[in-house]
Protein backbone atom coordinates (compact mmCIF):
# COMPACT_ATOMS: atom_id res chain seq x y z
CA UNK A 1 0.00 0.00 0.00
CA UNK A 2 0.90 3.36 -0.56
CA UNK A 3 2.61 5.39 1.96
CA UNK A 4 2.75 8.96 2.29
CA UNK A 5 4.84 11.10 4.07
CA UNK A 6 3.36 14.68 4.29
CA UNK A 7 5.81 17.52 5.90
CA UNK A 8 3.41 19.68 8.21
CA UNK A 9 3.29 23.71 6.83
CA UNK A 10 3.40 24.59 10.76
CA UNK A 11 6.26 22.71 12.30
CA UNK A 12 8.11 20.96 9.58
CA UNK A 13 6.77 17.28 11.43
CA UNK A 14 7.08 14.34 8.33
CA UNK A 15 3.33 12.85 9.22
CA UNK A 16 3.01 9.44 7.79
CA UNK A 17 -0.39 8.82 6.19
CA UNK A 18 -2.33 6.26 4.42
CA UNK A 19 -4.54 6.92 1.00
CA UNK A 20 -8.11 7.15 2.24
CA UNK A 21 -10.66 9.11 0.00
CA UNK A 22 -12.60 9.33 2.73
CA UNK A 23 -10.80 11.10 4.42
CA UNK A 24 -10.03 14.90 4.15
CA UNK A 25 -7.68 16.14 6.69
CA UNK A 26 -4.49 14.85 8.04
CA UNK A 27 -3.03 16.37 11.41
CA UNK A 28 0.18 17.12 13.31
CA UNK A 29 0.71 14.74 15.12
CA UNK A 30 3.51 17.25 16.91
CA UNK A 31 1.56 20.60 16.61
CA UNK A 32 -1.94 20.12 15.87
CA UNK A 33 -1.97 21.61 12.63
CA UNK A 34 -4.46 20.39 10.58
CA UNK A 35 -3.91 20.60 6.63
CA UNK A 36 -6.28 19.23 3.73
CA UNK A 37 -5.79 16.27 1.43
CA UNK A 38 -7.26 14.91 -1.32
CA UNK A 39 -6.92 11.02 -1.88
CA UNK A 40 -8.63 9.45 -4.49
CA UNK A 41 -8.94 5.93 -5.80
CA UNK A 42 -6.00 6.21 -7.37
CA UNK A 43 -4.28 7.08 -4.38
CA UNK A 44 -5.35 3.84 -2.61
CA UNK A 45 -4.55 1.58 -5.48
CA UNK A 46 -0.77 3.34 -5.26
CA UNK A 47 -0.53 5.08 -8.12
CA UNK A 48 0.54 8.77 -8.25
CA UNK A 49 -0.82 11.05 -10.43
CA UNK A 50 -1.73 14.55 -8.68
CA UNK A 51 -0.58 15.03 -5.48
CA UNK A 52 -3.24 14.97 -2.39
CA UNK A 53 -1.32 17.47 -1.14
CA UNK A 54 -1.03 20.60 -3.02
CA UNK A 55 -2.57 18.78 -6.68
CA UNK A 56 0.27 19.19 -8.65
CA UNK A 57 1.52 16.54 -10.78
CA UNK A 58 5.07 16.95 -11.22
CA UNK A 59 7.23 14.34 -9.29
CA UNK A 60 10.91 12.87 -9.24
CA UNK A 61 12.22 9.71 -8.20
CA UNK A 62 15.22 8.76 -5.75
CA UNK A 63 16.66 6.56 -3.93
CA UNK A 64 15.33 5.85 -0.10
CA UNK A 65 18.40 6.25 2.22
CA UNK A 66 18.35 6.98 5.62
CA UNK A 67 21.15 9.69 6.00
CA UNK A 68 20.64 8.96 9.90
CA UNK A 69 21.11 5.20 10.08
CA UNK A 70 24.07 5.59 7.61
CA UNK A 71 26.00 8.46 9.94
CA UNK A 72 25.17 5.87 12.90
CA UNK A 73 26.69 2.75 11.18
CA UNK A 74 29.73 4.74 10.20
CA UNK A 75 30.35 5.94 13.42
CA UNK A 76 30.17 2.49 14.99
CA UNK A 77 32.21 1.06 12.31
CA UNK A 78 35.06 4.06 13.09
CA UNK A 79 35.29 3.33 16.51
CA UNK A 80 35.44 -0.33 16.05
CA UNK A 81 37.98 -0.30 13.47
CA UNK A 82 40.85 0.97 16.78
CA UNK A 83 40.21 -2.67 17.62
CA UNK A 84 39.69 -4.54 14.39
CA UNK A 85 42.38 -2.56 12.26
CA UNK A 86 39.76 -1.12 9.84
CA UNK A 87 38.10 -4.34 9.19
CA UNK A 88 34.95 -3.16 10.20
CA UNK A 89 34.82 -0.12 7.58
CA UNK A 90 35.30 -2.27 4.99
CA UNK A 91 32.58 -4.47 6.55
CA UNK A 92 30.47 -1.21 6.55
CA UNK A 93 31.64 -1.04 2.82
CA UNK A 94 30.45 -4.43 1.79
CA UNK A 95 26.73 -3.64 4.23
CA UNK A 96 26.55 0.12 2.28
CA UNK A 97 27.04 -1.79 -0.90
CA UNK A 98 24.73 -4.64 -0.50
CA UNK A 99 21.74 -2.04 1.47
CA UNK A 100 22.61 0.52 -1.71
CA UNK A 101 21.41 -2.28 -4.51
CA UNK A 102 18.44 -3.33 -2.60
CA UNK A 103 16.91 0.66 -1.59
CA UNK A 104 13.95 0.92 -2.76
CA UNK A 105 12.40 4.06 -4.48
CA UNK A 106 10.62 7.51 -3.31
CA UNK A 107 8.81 9.51 -5.33
CA UNK A 108 8.50 13.15 -4.00
CA UNK A 109 6.42 16.26 -5.05
CA UNK A 110 8.58 18.92 -6.41
CA UNK A 111 6.58 21.62 -4.83
CA UNK A 112 5.41 20.33 -1.56
CA UNK A 113 8.39 18.07 -1.02
CA UNK A 114 5.65 15.14 0.52
CA UNK A 115 6.92 11.82 0.12
CA UNK A 116 5.46 8.99 -1.44
CA UNK A 117 6.54 5.42 -0.89
CA UNK A 118 5.37 2.27 -2.08
CA UNK A 119 3.80 3.48 -5.64
CA UNK A 120 2.41 1.13 -8.27
CA UNK A 121 3.69 3.91 -10.48
CA UNK A 122 6.79 4.46 -9.89
CA UNK A 123 8.58 3.47 -13.15
CA UNK A 124 6.57 6.37 -14.83
CA UNK A 125 8.42 8.99 -12.29
CA UNK A 126 10.70 10.87 -13.68
CA UNK A 127 14.33 11.12 -11.97
CA UNK A 128 15.21 14.66 -10.22
CA UNK A 129 15.64 17.74 -13.05
CA UNK A 130 17.30 20.77 -11.45
CA UNK A 131 15.75 23.09 -13.83
CA UNK A 132 12.03 21.90 -13.60
CA UNK A 133 12.94 22.25 -9.44
CA UNK A 134 13.91 25.80 -9.97
CA UNK A 135 10.77 26.93 -11.87
CA UNK A 136 8.61 25.27 -9.82
CA UNK A 137 10.45 26.10 -6.37
CA UNK A 138 11.51 29.87 -7.29
CA UNK A 139 9.06 30.99 -9.67
CA UNK A 140 6.19 28.49 -9.00
CA UNK A 141 6.07 27.05 -12.54
CA UNK A 142 3.40 24.40 -12.90
CA UNK A 143 4.61 21.55 -15.31
CA UNK A 144 1.37 19.61 -14.74
CA UNK A 145 3.18 16.44 -15.00
CA UNK A 146 4.74 16.90 -18.76
CA UNK A 147 8.67 16.89 -18.87
CA UNK A 148 10.24 20.05 -19.24
CA UNK A 149 10.84 20.88 -22.99
CA UNK A 150 12.87 23.07 -24.63
ZN1 LIG B 1 3.25 20.23 12.92
ZN1 LIG C 1 2.60 18.38 -3.49
Redesign the pocket.
Known amino acids: MMSVQITCTSCGSGIEVHPDQHSHKVDCTICKHVMDVKFTKEHEEGILKE?P??T?QDFYKQKDFNRKIGVALFVIAAVLSIWTYGLSLVALYLVDLFLFKKLSLVAI?Y??R?NFRNLANMAEIREYDHEMNDRIVYSDHDFKGKPLSH
Open positions: CVCRCKCT
